[in-house]
C-alpha cells in the first residue's frame, strides 16, 4: 500500500520538488496521529466510562421498584459497574427514566438532565416512558420521554425484567464502546 | 360456594339517618337513593353549609372523606358530591352520607364547606381546577395539580379535547 502511494505521489504534481518520503509523512500524518494517540485515548476514556455509570437518583412512577430490584443483591446491577449516585447530579453519567412522566414532571426531567456533565446517557425504561404507555390519551402524561430528552436505549415492559434492565445497561455499555471522542 | 345475598333491606341506622333528614330538613333535601351504607342526597347550593352543619352536628359525620366533581353536558350543569363518614357516630363507621350539590355550568359558583369541614381545603382545591369550578368562601384556590402553564380549559369537563390527539373523535 505504501509502495501504491509512492507512485501516486511520484506522479502527481509537485511530488518530486518535496521528495517521496516526506510527502508520505505528511499525507499519513492524520491517520498515525490518530493510530498513535487518539485511538488508545479513546479506548482508555470509553473504559472508564464503560464502568462507572452512575445513574441519577430520580424515581418518577412504579418502575422505580423494578429497578431497586436490580440495584437490590440478587440481580446486582453494581457488577457492570452502575451504581446510583446519591450525593449529586454532577457525579452522574446517566438517567434512567422510571415510567410515566407527566407534563409538570417533563420540565424538571430536563432540567436534572441539563445539570448532569458531559458525556450523558438516558434510557427510557417501562412502556410509559416510550410511548406513554395505557396514560397515552391521558391529558397529563407525555407521550413519550423522548420529546424532552434524547433517548439511548429503550426497555419495553410494564415493568421491563430486572434481566432486560441488565440487558440494557449491556446495550448502552456497547454503545459507549464504540463511540469517537470528541 | 355460592353468592351471599345481596343486601338490600336498609338497616335500623340507615332509617334513622333518612328520618332525621326529612324531620330536620324537610323539603329542602332530595333523597337520590338509599341503600345499604350509602346514602345520597342532592341539596341546592344556596342550603348546601346548612345541610352539612345539620349532619356533622345532629347526625354525627364527622369527617368528610372525599369531594368529586362531575360534569353533566347534556343537562349543562356540574355536580360536587362531598362523600361524608362517621368516626365517632354510633352505628355509623359503614354509612357514607353523600352531600350532592348540582351548579349550572355557565356559572359554576357554589359555598365552600370549608368552615364546616376543613379537610375539604385540598379536594375543593382540586376540583377547582379540575372542572373550573369557584368555591366561595374557600381561602385559596390557587394552581395546585396542574402543570405550571397550563392554558386550556379544565381537563375533567367532557368538552376538553386533547390536543393534537384523536382529531376525528
Partial sequence: M???QVEMKKSGPGAARDGPGLSILVGKAKEVIQQAIVDPLTYLANWGRIYSLW????ETAC????FGAVSG???DCERYGILEAFGSLRQCDLVVVHGTVTRKMAPRLRWIYDQMPEPKYCIAMGACSITGGVYFDSYNVLPGVDQV??????VPGCPPRP???IDAFLLLQDKIRKQKIR | MSAPPAKTELRQEEKAILEALSSKLGSRITVAYSKPNRIKIIVSPIDLIEVATCARDDLHFDQCANVTGTDFPKDKQIEVTYHLGSIEGAGLRRIILAIACRVPSATPELPSLIEVYPSVNYHEREQAEMLGLVFKGHPNLSRFLLPEDWNDIPPMLKAYRLPGRLEGE
Wanted: proline content about 13%; charged content about 25%.
Fill in chain 1, 63 to 66: 418502575c422505580s421498584i423494578e
Fill in chain 1, 163 to 165: 434481566e432486560e434492565l
Fill in chain 1, 2 to 4: 505504501v509502495a501504491e
Fill in chain 1, 55 to 58: 445513574p441519577v437518583h430520580l
Fill in chain 1, 73 to 75: 443483591p440478587r440481580f
Fill in chain 1, 149 to 154: 430528552v434524547p433517548v439511548d436505549v429503550y
